[in-house]
């Protein structure tokens, strides 16, 4: 059974930079697309970015663009988040999700998530 597990959260201060870690342990991985999606206090899981898991497109939230990098290596079965010029609204808790194939329209959770926090 594949386990996802995010790490590198923090706080840091606005304009400040974090990079998330997420691993892939156990099972047979060849996901269609890996994402990062984020929840703030009180509010929906939200779609930050995500890539291709062959092929390595990538695509970002518009709030992102620009600032945020995601990428991946297969082989180690690992995701990245770049996160720079971080500012107060990207604070929340960030998780790693699996979209299994092109058909399935969802992305698949499992991990704790990690804390982000932007704050001076």
């Known amino acids: 059974q594949v386990q996802l597990a995010e790490f590198g959260g923090g706080l840091v201060q606005p304009g400040g930079s974090l990079r998330l870690s997420c691993v892939v342990s156990?099972?047979?991985?060849?996901?269609?697309?890996m994402g990062w999606f984020r929840q703030a206090p009180g509010k929906d899981r939200q779609y930050v970015a995500s890539i291709t898991w062959i092929g390595g497109s990538t695509y970002y939230d518009d709030l992102v663009k620009g600032r945020f990098t995601i990428s991946k290596d297969n082989a180690k079965r690992m995701l990245w988040l770049q996160m720079n010029n971080l500012r107060p609204d990207d604070t929340g808790v960030y998780y790693c999700g699996q979209r299994p194939s092109i058909e399935v329209n969802e992305f698949h959770f499992g991990g704790p998530g990690t804390q982000v926090t932007v704050s001076s």
């Open positions: 156990g099972g047979t991985f060849t996901p269609w697309r």
